[in-house]
């Protein structure tokens, strides 16, 4: 983050405090001298609001299981335990990396993994409708439907 607002200028990081323009501008670049360019963009994002988005039924799935759940100390317990299990994980590797030999044989074994999961899932049509069905199933089975 420190790269990013070192480059980029800190007219992005303002907050703009009247509405932003509606109708977007085409704006003309030029050379400016010194060797800098600079241009002013303004982008408006847009997307439908349906239901049907995956992200929105899993933030609906978790909200209907805290509004319902008489145990919320475990929820917190468990999002706890996997920001704990995400730290600890990291430190391992991090510490597995810095041996002499090991990041080498890992990255190869990853390689191979890699090739050997293009073959077997991605490559061939079929594969690629049995991997869809393993996920579609083991999303089912997560979420208990």
């Known amino acids: 983050m420190a790269f990013a607002s070192a480059v980029t200028p800190p007219s ?3 907050v703009p405090s009247k509405p932003i323009v509606t109708n977007p501008r085409k704006f003309p670049v ?3 001298t010194g ?4 241009l002013s963009v303004v982008v408006k994002a847009i997307g439908d609001s349906s239901d049907t988005s995956s992200d929105a039924s ?3 799935d978790v909200q209907n299981a805290w509004s319902n759940s008489e145990d919320r100390i475990a929820f917190v317990g468990l999002g706890f335990a996997a920001i704990v299990a995400v730290w600890a994980s990291s430190n391992l590797i991090e510490a597995v990396d810095k041996l ?3 990041p080498s044989v890992f990255e190869f074994i990853g390689i191979l993994f ?3 999961f ?3 899932y991605l490559l061939f049509k079929p594969d690629r409708e049995e ?4 996920i579609k199933n083991a999303i089912s089975t997560v979420l208990g439907k």
């Open 35 to 38: 060797g800098r360019r600079c």
């Open 131 to 134: 991997l869809s069905k393993i």
């Open 58 to 60: 899993i933030v609906k």
């Open 100 to 102: 002499p030999l090991f």
């Open 114 to 116: 890699s090739w050997w």
């Open 12 to 14: 992005l990081f303002l």
């Open 30 to 32: 030029s050379a400016v």
């Open 118 to 120: 293009i073959y077997r």
